[in-house]
């Protein structure tokens, strides 16, 4: 049997591995019943059903009418880039403030892109920002540092 859909195939890997794992770790909660559930009733099920679909995608990826697509080399600049913005914005975080954390990860994210376009950037960064103040200290209350240290 030959692999014809590469990405469909490493797809359904990934979630039959994610559901089992859930699915095992939700079997040491109490599960309860259906009408009373427990902690683990729901990660169970939902363990199974991502299981379900890893398969279902993975049988797919091998059929006859599965498209031939290969898996595009690994790019490892892009992962660092992105991976390094999110670092950054822990670091920044508590010292520079919502405001600042959040304007330099998507500027520093982005450029990952061969698309990048300052525009863009700014646009997406003052919209998340707005998003983030509304949600997490307006809505959430909770208490990050929004301006830097040395303009509160």
């Given amino acids: 049997m030959k692999i014809r859909n590469q990405r469909d195939f490493g797809a359904g890997i990934?979630?039959?591995v994610?559901?089992?794992f859930f699915t095992l770790?939700?079997?040491q909660y109490p599960m309860g019943t259906a009408a009373k559930m427990g902690p683990g009733y729901f990660p169970f099920?939902?363990?199974i059903l991502m299981?379900?679909?890893?398969?279902l995608i993975l049988v797919k990826s091998l059929g006859a009418k599965a498209t031939i697509d290969k898996i595009p080399p690994f790019n490892w600049k892009v992962i660092s880039i992105i991976t390094g913005s999110i670092c950054l914005f822990g670091i920044l975080l508590p010292t520079m403030g919502v405001l600042v954390a959040i304007f330099t990860l998507v500027f520093v994210a982005s450029t990952a892109s061969?698309?990048?376009s300052w525009k863009a950037a700014t646009l997406n960064s003052v919209v998340l920002i707005?998003?983030?103040y509304l949600v997490f200290i307006v809505g959430l209350k909770l208490t990050f540092p929004v301006l830097p240290f040395f303009i509160q």
């Fill in 14 to 16: 990934m979630y039959m």
């Fill in 114 to 116: 061969r698309e990048f």
């Fill in 18 to 20: 994610i559901g089992l």
């Fill in 51 to 55: 299981t379900l679909l890893g398969l």
């Fill in 45 to 47: 099920c939902l363990g």
């Fill in 25 to 27: 770790v939700a079997t």
């Fill in 130 to 132: 707005g998003f983030t």
